[in-house]
């Protein structure tokens, strides 16, 4: 499609803000995946495109937390593979889905992901009761957050849009606290789904390129920068605005969607 210079403006300063709010709490696509259907870009395109998108930011600020990263380098490994694995999944889904399916699915992905994250803590508690009552629940909480987080690799290739929300409830139940680490794997994690759902993208023809670009060119702008910044944020600041921005996405999309 053809955009005029003001929209493509548009886009690449909506770029900027979503890649700030993904390196500091997640949900960046609240900003950057409307304005590409304001723009008039199709939704599943829009989609498909934001993905591409946001993706630059991911990874700017994986690089910025890479001292951070390193710290659970145990883990890297089975993060990476899961991710990837899940991206792939998730995308051939949203190339098999319809639009209104998709639209109808979309505020229901993040209300799950918006209860899991400010629930997350007290789910990992009882996980870890569990484990300690009885060695032999260890295998079974493995598998269980092996399937996790292959599920938040689907639902990235399916929806980038509170990706880096669903990413911080994985880890949160995962166990995780501190939030730089946090913030860093949750980047590893959303590079690695959407990296792979693009290649399909691009093969099923679903990325408005010169819309996307001008995204992609607003979020490395201030993914980087931003993920220098957040390191500087009191983690209790970081939790609170995530759980506020993971809610005002949740209510938009139900809002859009229903009323």
Request: overall charge positive.
């Amino acid at each position: 499609m053809s955009l005029d210079v003001l929209q493509l403006l548009l886009l690449f300063v909506a770029g900027i803000f979503g890649g700030i709010l993904n390196s500091i709490a997640g949900g960046g696509s609240f900003i950057t995946f409307p304005t590409l259907i304001f723009v008039g870009v199709p939704p599943i395109i829009a989609n498909a495109t934001n993905t591409f998108a946001a993706c630059a930011g991911y990874i700017s600020g994986t690089l910025a937390f890479r001292r951070e990263i390193v710290k659970s380098k145990a883990n890297l490994v089975n993060i990476v593979l899961l991710s990837i694995l899940g991206g792939f999944s998730g995308s051939l889904l949203l190339i098999y889905t319809t639009e209104q399916q998709f639209l109808y699915a979309v505020p229901w992905l993040l209300l799950i992901a918006t209860l899991l994250f400010i629930f997350g803590g007290k789910a990992n508690r009882a996980l870890q009761t569990l484990s300690t009552n009885n060695t032999h629940h260890g295998g079974f909480i493995a598998l269980f957050l092996g399937l996790f987080l292959f599920s938040v690799g689907v639902f990235g290739g399916f929806f980038n849009a509170g990706l880096g929300v669903i990413g911080l409830s994985y880890l949160a139940i995962a166990g995780y606290r501190d939030i730089n680490l946090m913030n860093g794997l949750k980047l590893l994690i959303s590079t690695c789904a959407s990296a792979m759902a693009i290649v399909i993208f691009i093969f099923s023809d679903l990325i408005d390129w010169y819309s996307g670009i001008a995204v992609m060119l607003g979020t490395l702008t201030g993914g980087y920068f931003a993920a220098h910044f957040s390191q500087q944020v009191p983690q209790i600041i970081v939790r609170r605005f995530v759980t506020f921005s993971s809610i005002s996405i949740t209510l938009y999309f139900f809002y859009s969607t229903y009323l």
